[in-house]
């Protein structure tokens, strides 16, 4: 069964860290572009950050370049999103998905995971 799992979402305060996790199951990740997404709310799903197959290019939305980083472990099958200095505008469910494609739009990808939430507040 192919799957993508996300983890490491929770409460934090602003000016904290998280490190997501997106663990893949049924399929091996260096093939595809690896793609991470969020839902805030009455807002529309919008892209954060990829990783292409090779993991040469990474690419953020402006919005959390300089804050956000995302890396992947082959050993692991898993990609990962580091966040650090959190803003409570970084609150939402964060999903992965994959694509052959490399674009920050959600309608290239497939395979999607529940999603993690996260929420920053003091």
């Known amino acids: 069964q192919l ?3 996300e983890s490491g ?3 934090v305060q602003p ?4 490190r997501l996790s997106c663990a893949a199951s049924g399929f091996t ?3 595809y572009v690896i793609g991470w997404f969020r ?3 009455g807002k ?3 892209g ?6 090779s993991g040469g290019s990474t690419n953020y939305a402006d919005s959390v370049k300089g804050r956000f980083t995302i890396s992947r472990d082959r050993a692991k099958n898993t990609v990962f999103l580091q966040m650090n200095n959190l803003k409570p505008e970084d609150t939402a469910i964060y999903y992965c998905a994959r694509s052959r494609i490399r674009s920050m739009l959600p309608s290239w990808y497939e ?3 529940q999603g993690t939430q996260v929420t920053v507040s003091s």
């Open 3 to 5: 799957q993508l799992v």
């Open 9 to 11: 979402g929770g409460l």
């Open 15 to 18: 000016g904290g860290s998280l």
């Open 29 to 31: 990740l260096d093939y």
């Open 39 to 41: 839902q805030a709310p």
């Open 44 to 46: 529309e799903r919008e």
């Open 48 to 53: 954060v950050s990829y990783i292409s197959s």
């Open 111 to 113: 395979y999607w995971g």
